[in-house]
């Protein structure tokens, strides 16, 4: 059974640095793309990233873009993303996300997410 | 960059009716790159529809979905209970490279 586990998360100051990880189990991890998907409290769902199934092909969300970086470890079954420069906008539940095989276009399993904070 | 309005904001029915959610592009969605999902609180979401029209695997056919260009349905015959939730539409295709609506609550009445 797939699964996602997000892990990373906390309270930082603006400014600050956090690098969330993502554990994939239960499916062929290299073969899938992948996805950041945040939800602010209370607010609707926003992509924030994408990458092939290597490090080559990437797309961010100009929101996000400069000061985010999305990359995986496919020996380790594991996806990232590093952000700086954070500000408070950037507080949110990050979750990751497994792109549906062969069509693509949707994000089939999801991890239960980790809650970032950006306060002083 | 496509928006994508969702309308009602909030539905109000009760189990058993049938609950319609429409989600329009503000340009035509590519390819039917439209997709649905529903989020229970505290939850992530789950996917319930790609392709415009494909049920993901394990969603009851008591839901469906149609749709292209930049009008989109999503339709959930005789609600059960555990069917009240947020819903989302979500296209992919063009920067951004995936967009979601602004979501539909459906509660009980």
């Known amino acids: 059974q797939a699964h996602l586990v997000e892990s990373g998360g906390g309270l930082v100051k603006p400014g600050g640095s956090l690098r969330l990880s993502c554990a994939a189990s239960?499916?062929?991890?290299?073969?899938?793309?992948m996805g950041w998907i945040r939800q602010a409290p209370g607010k609707g769902l926003e992509w924030v990233s994408y990458i092939g199934t290597r490090n080559s092909v990437t797309n961010i969300a100009d929101s996000v873009k400069g000061r985010f970086t999305i990359s995986r470890d496919n020996a380790k079954n594991s996806l990232f993303l590093q952000m700086d420069s954070l500000r408070a906008e950037d507080t949110a539940v990050y979750y990751c996300?497994?792109?549906?095989?062969?069509?693509?276009?949707?994000?089939?399993?999801w991890g239960q997410g980790t809650m970032v904070t950006v306060a002083s | 960059e496509i928006v994508l309005t969702q309308s009602p904001g909030t539905l109000s029915l009760s189990p058993g009716d049938r609950a319609t959610l429409s989600c329009r592009a503000s340009?035509?969605?590519?390819?039917?790159?439209l997709a649905w999902y529903q989020q229970k609180p505290g939850q992530p979401p789950r996917l319930l529809i790609y392709g415009a029209s494909s049920r993901a695997t394990g969603i009851p056919d008591r839901f469906s979905a149609s749709g292209f260009g930049t009008d989109f349905t999503l339709t959930i015959n005789r609600l059960e209970p555990e069917d009240f939730a947020v819903y989302y539409c979500?296209?992919?295709?063009?920067?951004?490279?995936?967009?979601f609506g602004q979501g539909t609550k459906l509660e009980i009445k």
């Open positions: 239960g499916f062929t991890f290299s073969e899938y793309y």
């Open positions: 340009q035509n969605v590519r390819s039917s790159y």
């Open positions: 979500q296209q992919f295709g063009t920067s951004p490279l995936y967009t």
């Open positions: 996300a497994r792109e549906l095989a062969i069509f693509g276009a949707a994000f089939d399993i």
